[in-house]
């Protein structure tokens, strides 16, 4: 959660800095490896060098002690083909991925 402060208390900066306030918007994961997503408005696919992933869209297991041990995925991340709603900041240059939808 304090990551996801931090980048919010970032992309306000940015945003003052750029004058221009930022705006929700949604796109789809168009590949993994490297990360891309495209815009529902645009035709390029957004970079991974611009895109802030949140907790909430990470991969995330854990190490099953006792039993027969092993691992649990508690969240499973991006995959293509998700939806995702993303924050966009510093006049369209970054984004930030708030979740999938």
């Not at 959660?1 to 931090?6: D, F, G, Q």
């Not at 649990?72 to 991925?97: D, F, P, T």
Request: hydrophobic letters at 45%; charged letters at 25%.
């Amino acid at each position: 959660m304090s990551e996801l402060i931090e980048v919010l208390k970032m992309i306000n900066q940015e945003n003052r800095r750029a004058e221009k306030p930022a705006d929700i918007t949604f796109g789809t994961v168009s590949s993994v490896s490297p990360l891309t997503i495209q815009l529902e408005d645009t035709m390029q696919p957004i970079p991974a060098a611009a895109l802030i992933l949140t907790d909430n869209v990470k991969a995330k297991t854990a190490e099953v002690k006792g039993g027969n041990g092993g691992s649990v995925v508690i969240r499973e991340g991006l995959s293509a083909g998700n939806k995702v709603i993303m924050l966009r900041a510093a006049k369209g240059q970054r984004y930030v991925i708030l979740s999938k939808v």
